[in-house]
């Protein structure tokens, strides 16, 4: 990165306080993978017994770390415990036989500084694509790792994952089972090369809760589905999306069917997700898209995602002009079905549009008002039906085009 | 629009002179329907016998002019002539029952200032979408649009038609057939909003070939399929896109099954799409992607549209940066079957990757150097079978956002 970036406007005021969760502990280290002066890898080691479950990229040129997670994330919960290895500034995509290489040397050496067996160290790498992961960088630094473990290390493991992030992002839920409180910690990073499925994004949300894997992997998938799975920045979508998902059972609460940390898993999961929008590149502004009255939900999730990825629509926002025809021009190409005649579109709580056009009563001004907020809301209803989704991304500002065109400079 | 823009730098270094077309004469006019001081409707007659075929948008939520140039195209040739009547500044594009109403009566002044039949006149409209068309300000003008028709008007027609150009789009080509001329000349405007299928985009083509409708709208479909279908700007998609062509006979040369005049109709229709690539707004790079040795021609376009739309590519072109990972990024969210390690990549002539890694003999000097010219190539071979497309876009600038932030103001 040539330059330090201003910390987005949308940002949390402050880091939350993250809980200690029971059976995990953290520690990072400046390895000096490619940036200087900060932490660029994280350690977290997970007690034995710990159910792990996980969502990844979809895309096709999947980095050498993403396959080794997802042929390592169905295996047996170990007696022996488990691991997550994280670097940032290099991504190992694309590295060709080196990057296989490159995880193996990587998760050998976590397996021998923590006694975890190497099936059950998964890695991330996140960065530029296409160099050479120099590993040797993180190996040598795995002892001093294992050494300096600490149960309340989780915000500054949010910091070493860091990339064009300009704020670290974390998010926490306690649920009340029994009398016995279960906690929710997780962090992220991510803020470009974001879109369906899943992002640039890497996400690790741990829990004190007792569960099965495979109930675990369960919550994870339907969640991914409402969160992470709908965002975007710019339609880009990266080699390396992982999230991972511990449940360290330390809490000793069974929560298998239990709909309120399934609620709480879900809250996390969205707070993060949202986190990741709100350090969208460039993004001044927050904006919800919400698609009713599709034919089916997924064309509702079509609508909405192809309103969400317009750049005519992103620019607009930027410029606070409520362009209600770039809406209507991103419905129409999305492929979903529509009626012209149908469509009735909301910025925020203002009617623009009524049954194919301009309301009566639309007020130009009131939109406008809405337009200047950070936090914006438009609603499409298409007309035809009961399908619903809703969306979360940014505008498109210059701010976009100045770290992306010289990212590597 | 706000501002004058500057042309773009892309711009061919002068309009060309385009021969008259026998059986068709042009009008414009300033009707003042949105801008000021300038013409914004222009007036094209077609004689007695014309046959008339196109290609229109496929948006779900197409413009009403678009919907009444869908119902006519198919109609016989009359006896009478056609006409095609388009303003700039304003789309009438979901503008509910008064855009109808208003191509209606267009079309009427149309008929009743030419001679021609109602169900022969062709509007388009383009500009603004969602504001109602003040068309008595075009119906108006008419008659002084009928009483100024001019064989050789077809560059102040050009000119007539422009919203976001910065420069007036014209080319032409000359076959000949038995000892005999057959000419053909187009214009084209569209500079945003543009990805198949089509591209806010308006282009008419004229020539004095003799040849019937049919045979002429399987020319103008297969044609369409490897021009304005394969040229995207912003991946946006406008409701406007309108394709004519028009073939008024007066060359009396029958060119049906001809293949040299389907080549020069091609070439026009090629030559006028690069030209909207290269008033792509912003636009400071011409990229020509072409991708090979994809599965099948559909997955070769799917890639080569992926990569030519991808957010993170055209900035980095725009960087002058030969970032070869984002290319690899964009061929694996696209969708189409693709193997990480059968991928390579050039940069105009230079191999950068090769089956999956970086090229051995890879210069970035070499890359660098190419990257830094005003026409770019990038070409990737998927290494699984024999499809092939090639596709046309721009780079992501500063400019964009300068334009679409700011459009409507």
Redesign the interface.
Known sequence: MGKALAVSPLAPASFPDLPVIDGVRFSTIAAGVRYQGRTDVMLALLDPGTAVAGAFTR????SAPVLDCQEKINGDVDSAGAAILVNSGNSN??????GVEAVRAIADATAQATGVPQARVFTSSTG????PLPFDRITAKLDALAGTLDAGGISEAAKAIMTTDTFPKGAAAEVSIDGKTVRIAGIAKGS??I?PDMATMLVYIFTDAKIARNDLQALVSAGNDSTFNCITV??????SDTLLVAATGASGVDVTGHDGFAGALHGVMLDLAHQVVRDGEGATKFVEISVTGARTARDAKTHALSVA????VK??I??E?A????V???????G??????L?SIRFGDVLV?D????SPGYSEADAAAHMKGENLRIAVDIGLGDGTATVWTCD???G??DI??????
Chains 1, 2 share one sequence.
């Open positions: 895309s096709a040129t999947r995509a694309f590295t060709g036989k080196g530029v694509i296409g160099e470009g090369m879109a710019d339609s880009d979508t990266s080699t990825n317009s750049p005519l620019t607009a930027a410029g002009d362009n209600w025809g770039r209507v021009m991103a419905v129409g190409k999305s979903a079905e529509a009626d012209r005649d469509l549009a049954k194919g056009w301009v498109l500002t210059h976009y085009i992306n065109a010289d990212y590597r400079s």
